[in-house]
C-alpha cells in the first residue's frame, strides 16, 4: 500500500492564483483530513469528511473548498491564494472504529504565496 | 473549544537518558491521544494511540500514558538514541469523527 499520497510536494504561487492540493489513500478509510501546520506550530484542521459526499469545516476553513466524490480522492481547492495560506498542508485518514482510528498522514504539499 | 499544550518547547539531552515529554488538555470529554513523531520537512508518523478507556500503552521503547480527569499524558522514552531526534506532537480526538486537537510539539534533540 502506499498510503496517503500527497501532490504536489511544492508549489509557488502569486497572491490570487488557484490551485488544487491533491490527496490519495489507498486503504479504503472512510475518514479523510486536511491541515495546516505553520512553522514552528503545531497542526490546525481545515476540512474533514466522514464519507463519499460528505464534507464539513474544521478549526481554520476560510479561504478553501473541498470535495469528496470518491472514498480514495480528497482535494483541497484554493481559489484567490494569499500570503497568510503559506504554509505546510497535510492529508490525513483513518477507518472508524469505536473511540476512533488511528490517523495516517501523506508527506505534505509546502505552499509559499507570494 | 480543545486545548493542548506541550512542555516543554525544545528538549536537549545526552544519549541514553530516559525522558518524558509532557501534553496537557484543557477539556476531558475526548475519545482517543495519539503521539506523532515529524522529523524536519517530512510528514507525521503515529507513535502511538490510546482510547479514552485505556491508561497506557507501549510500542518498544515508548511508554505513553493518559489521566483524562487530570487532562495530561506523557510519553516516556527509554535509554534515548540520537536517532530520537525529532520533534513529538500530541494531539487529541474529540468526537466520533476524530478530528484531531494539536499540541505544539517538543522539539527533542538527543546528542551522542
Known amino acids: 500500500n502506499a498510503g496517503v499520497t500527497q501532490t504536489p510536494k511544492f508549489r509557488i504561487l502569486k497572491i490570487g492564483q488557484s490551485m488544487t492540493l491533491q490527496c490519495t489513500q489507498d486503504m479504503n478509510h472512510n475518514y479523510m483530513y486536511w491541515y495546516r501546520q505553520d512553522p514552528g506550530m503545531g497542526l490546525k484542521l481545515i476540512y474533514y469528511?466522514?464519507?463519499?459526499?460528505?464534507?464539513d469545516k474544521g478549526e481554520v476553513p476560510n479561504g478553501y473548498n473541498v470535495s469528496r466524490s470518491t472514498t480514495e480522492d480528497f482535494p483541497l481547492r484554493l481559489e484567490l491564494a494569499a500570503p497568510s495560506q503559506t504554509s505546510v498542508y497535510f492529508c490525513?485518514?483513518?477507518?472508524?472504529?469505536?473511540?476512533?482510528?488511528?490517523?495516517?498522514f501523506g508527506p505534505g504539499t509546502r505552499l509559499t504565496v507570494l | 473549544k480543545q486545548e493542548v499544550t506541550q512542555i516543554p518547547a525544545a528538549l536537549s539531552v545526552p544519549e541514553g537518558e530516559n525522558l518524558v515529554l509532557n501534553c496537557s488538555f484543557t477539556d476531558s470529554a475526548i475519545y482517543n491521544l495519539q503521539w506523532f513523531r515529524q522529523d524536519p520537512g517530512k510528514g507525521l508518523t503515529s507513535l502511538l494511540l490510546i482510547q479514552s478507556s485505556q491508561r497506557e500503552q507501549t510500542s518498544g521503547r515508548l511508554n505513553a500514558s493518559l489521566d483524562k480527569s487530570s487532562g495530561r499524558s506523557t510519553l516516556y522514552i527509554a535509554a534515548s538514541q540520537p536517532g530520537d531526534s525529532a520533534t513529538y506532537l500530541c494531539a487529541v480526538g474529540g468526537d466520533a469523527g476524530n478530528m484531531l486537537t494539536f499540541g505544539g510539539g517538543t522539539r527533542l534533540m538527543v546528542k551522542p
Open positions: 490525513a485518514s483513518s477507518y472508524p472504529r469505536a473511540g476512533g482510528g488511528e490517523q495516517f
Open positions: 469528511s466522514v464519507g463519499a459526499g460528505i464534507t
